[in-house]
């Protein structure tokens, strides 16, 4: 049973354009939801965290989290070639403080 | 300042060889963690240590063994290394604060057995 889906990709988008990025998950008790980065040999890094249903925004980035569809997705407005990187999708819930990871989606901005 | 950082950045051995990778945190957290990443770069979590006491033991052979001798430390001690062992391993910490909170990463340790 696979506890986080994501899109392997890779995913292709035009310089300016909105990429579009989903997830589900299977744990109906997860309470936190995160966006990582990773760009090719380096680390993850965090570019969105979001606890409640709804919307959130930072800047170019909006995260959308719907725990009744266990769906959470990551829309990146004006997407710039620095965009170009693996995105990783994970959730965290219960008492042991472990985050599940999707195995990410490859998204690469075309100039 | 370096947030996280894991020494060694590199590590090439020979199978067989015992190694051991070594993480500090910098960041005033009180849990850290060990995740492996493959060549098919899924990130899967090996150990968690909270205040010092391991809360997860994942599906990890016992050829690996963290240690943690304070909070701001996390090591990872692996024996008689086979070929599979090779992948990017990456430290993390993170302040519990009732829900599973950001997870800050290392630089990552490359480790090629040969």
């Known amino acids: 049973q696979k506890e986080v889906e994501q899109n392997s990709g890779p995913l292709s988008v035009p310089e300016g354009a909105i990429a579009s990025l989903n997830c589900t998950y299977s744990?109906?008790?997860?309470?936190?939801f995160f966006w990582y980065r990773q760009y090719s040999g380096k680390s993850p890094e965090l570019i969105m965290s979001?606890?409640?249903?709804g919307d959130k925004e930072d800047g170019r980035f909006t995260a959308q989290l719907n725990k009744a569809s266990q769906y959470v997705s990551l829309l990146i407005r004006d997407s710039q070639p620095s965009d170009s990187a693996t995105y990783l999708c994970?959730?965290?819930?219960?008492?042991?403080?472990?985050?599940?990871f999707g195995k990410g989606t490859l998204l690469t901005v075309n100039p | 300042d370096t947030a996280v950082s894991q020494t060694p950045k590199y590590l090439v051995t020979q199978m067989g060889n015992d190694k051991s990778i070594k993480c500090e945190q910098n960041?005033?957290?009180?849990?850290m963690y060990w995740y492996k990443q493959d060549s098919k770069k899924f990130l899967k979590i090996m150990f968690s240590?909270?205040?010092?006491?391991?809360?997860i033991n994942e599906t990890v052979p016992n050829r690996f063994s963290p240690k943690s001798p304070d909070k701001a430390h996390l090591n990872l001690h692996i024996n008689s290394l086979e070929l599979g062992d090779s992948a990017v391993y990456f430290c993390?910490?993170?302040?519990?604060?009732?829900?599973?909170?950001?997870?800050?990463f290392g630089p990552g340790t490359r480790l090629t057995v040969l």
């Open positions: 994970a959730y965290g819930g219960g008492s042991n403080y472990k985050l599940t």
């Open positions: 993390a910490s993170s302040q519990t604060s009732g829900v599973v909170d950001t997870q800050y």
């Open positions: 240590y909270n205040n010092k006491e391991l809360i």
């Open positions: 960041l005033g957290h009180d849990t």
């Open positions: 744990d109906r008790v997860s309470q936190s």
């Open positions: 979001i606890y409640s249903n």
